[in-house]
């Protein structure tokens, strides 16, 4: 088997997740599924924006110009497209490719220029019932489906040993993780109202603030977040930067409005050992499989609204009510932190992702 992974929007090897400017949830995802697959002695070629070929971790990157020659491969088992495509790509690969075309859905919704449903898909693999539940409309007849959910990264699948306490290695420090619209337009409205409540706890912010598309208004916007009470602005990081500093920290903030349809910095949090405290928006209960506080959001359901209001006073106080108990009472929480992490590092993790993969691939090739 050799699967080719297509993605439009950037440029990388492998190896990225590992920077410390990493893509995000999307990209780490094909980074992360390409080397548990290479690891299962299955081959993977990610074509992207790269301007020359590159390789990490026995994986080869090639530019998309590179595709027109290659969709005549016989060699590949099929063409998967990560998260956004173009309609006259995916039409360009389909007019000779021998393989079956698989879109690899992880935006809210089709539609538009970048995530369209389109009749050249064999199949579509999902990574949410959720997400699967509200696209069903847009599915053309006759294809083949799966919902294949994402996992975490291998810096946490034993961060912690058996006999280890969860809670000793643990920090009065929260942390707010990924790009702007997931709730950081929301925290400057809730952690002053925290902080005052919890004067101890740090919060360490891993995003590139950007708002808006103005330089000097995202400037601003950081400069507002870095003036808070107890705020420490990192900015993106690395993976192996990243759990470094989740293994020590407590607790996990994100007052998120955005039709997640599934959360890789949940999933990470959850699997450091955090207390995580977010919404009940879109696929995130379902990503958080009850292990986490879920504050109610008026559109919950709608995977096409991308920011809204939140109740700041009650985020703040179900997280300081949360946060004040675990730092009182750390012996009382270790038990459920350890369940917690248990779930995830044996329900989330990459290599277990390999089988369903090829599975739902063979099921697209078959006649």
Same mark, same amino acid.
């Given at each position: 088997?050799?699967?080719a992974?297509?993605d439009?929007?950037?440029?990388?090897?492998a190896?990225?997740?590992?920077? =410390?400017?990493p893509?995000?949830?999307?990209?780490?995802?094909? $980074?992360?599924? &390409?080397r548990?697959?290479?690891?299962?002695? +299955?081959? $993977?070629?990610?074509?992207?924006?790269?301007?020359?070929?590159?390789?990490?971790? @026995? #994986?080869?990157?090639?530019?998309?110009?590179m595709?027109?020659?290659?969709?005549?491969? *016989?060699?590949?088992?099929?063409? +998967?497209f990560?998260?956004?495509?173009?309609?006259?790509?995916?039409?360009?690969?389909a007019?000779?490719?021998?393989? *079956?075309?698989?879109?690899?859905?992880?935006?809210?919704?089709f539609?538009?220029q970048l995530? *369209?449903a389109?009749?050249?898909?064999?199949g579509?693999?999902?990574?949410?019932?959720?997400?699967?539940?509200?696209?069903?409309?847009?599915?053309?007849?006759?294809?083949?489906q799966?919902?294949?959910?994402?996992?975490?990264?291998?810096?946490?699948?034993s961060?912690?040993?058996p006999?280890?306490?969860?809670t000793?290695?643990k920090?009065?420090?929260?942390?707010?993780?990924?790009a702007? *619209?997931r709730?950081?337009?929301?925290?400057?409205? #809730?952690?002053?109202?925290?902080?005052?409540?919890?004067?101890? %706890?740090?919060?360490? +912010?891993?995003?590139n603030?950007?708002?808006t598309?103005?330089?000097g208004?995202?400037?601003?916007?950081?400069?507002?977040?870095?003036?808070m009470p @107890?705020?420490?602005?990192? @900015?993106?990081?690395?993976?192996?930067?990243?759990?470094?500093? %989740?293994?020590?920290?407590?607790?996990?903030?994100?007052?998120?409005?955005?039709?997640?349809?599934?959360?890789?910095?949940?999933?990470?949090?959850?699997?450091?050992?955090? $207390?995580?405290?977010?919404?009940?928006?879109?696929?995130l209960?379902?990503?958080?499989h009850?292990f986490?506080?879920?504050l109610?959001?008026?559109?919950?359901?709608?995977?096409?609204?991308?920011?809204?209001? %939140?109740?700041?006073?009650?985020?703040?106080?179900?997280?300081?009510? +949360?946060?004040?108990?675990?730092?009182?009472?750390?012996a009382?929480?270790?038990?459920?932190l350890?369940a917690?992490?248990?779930?995830?590092?044996?329900?989330?993790r990459?290599?277990?992702?390999?089988?369903?993969?090829? =599975?739902?691939?063979? &099921?697209?090739?078959?006649k």
């Amino acid at each position: 088997m050799h699967l080719a992974f297509v993605d439009i929007a950037y440029g990388y090897t492998a190896g990225r997740p590992e920077q =410390d400017t990493p893509l995000g949830g999307t990209t780490s995802a094909l $980074c992360f599924l &390409a080397r548990a697959l290479r690891d299962a002695g +299955i081959s $993977c070629t990610i074509f992207n924006k790269l301007t020359e070929p590159a390789s990490a971790h @026995g #994986i080869q990157s090639l530019p998309l110009e590179m595709l027109t020659e290659e969709r005549r491969n *016989p060699a590949y088992t099929a063409f +998967i497209f990560c998260g956004r495509w173009a309609d006259w790509l995916v039409a360009h690969i389909a007019e000779t490719a021998q393989a *079956p075309l698989i879109a690899w859905m992880h935006e809210s919704s089709f539609g538009g220029q970048l995530v *369209p449903a389109l009749p050249q898909f064999k199949g579509v693999a999902f990574v949410s019932d959720w997400q699967a539940r509200v696209n069903q409309p847009y599915v053309p007849p006759g294809r083949k489906q799966a919902v294949i959910r994402n996992a975490m990264g291998p810096w946490y699948e034993s961060m912690f040993a058996p006999e280890t306490s969860i809670t000793a290695l643990k920090t009065p420090l929260a942390v707010y993780i990924g790009a702007t *619209p997931r709730g950081l337009l929301h925290l400057p409205g #809730i952690w002053p109202q925290i902080h005052a409540a919890c004067p101890e %706890l740090e919060l360490r +912010i891993f995003a590139n603030p950007a708002p808006t598309a103005d330089p000097g208004q995202n400037a601003a916007f950081a400069a507002q977040l870095r003036a808070m009470p @107890g705020v420490s602005h990192v @900015g993106m990081a690395g993976q192996p930067r990243l759990a470094a500093a %989740l293994q020590q920290a407590s607790f996990y903030l994100a007052p998120n409005p955005f039709p997640e349809t599934s959360c890789i910095a949940l999933i990470e949090s959850m699997s450091a050992g955090l $207390c995580c405290i977010t919404t009940a928006r879109a696929a995130l209960p379902e990503t958080a499989h009850g292990f986490a506080a879920l504050l109610p959001v008026a559109a919950a359901d709608d995977p096409h609204i991308f920011t809204q209001p %939140l109740d700041h006073t009650e985020f703040a106080a179900v997280a300081t009510r +949360i946060i004040q108990d675990r730092l009182r009472s750390p012996a009382g929480w270790e038990e459920r932190l350890r369940a917690q992490v248990s779930f995830f590092q044996h329900h989330y993790r990459w290599r277990d992702r390999v089988a369903p993969w090829t =599975d739902f691939v063979n &099921a697209c090739a078959a006649k």
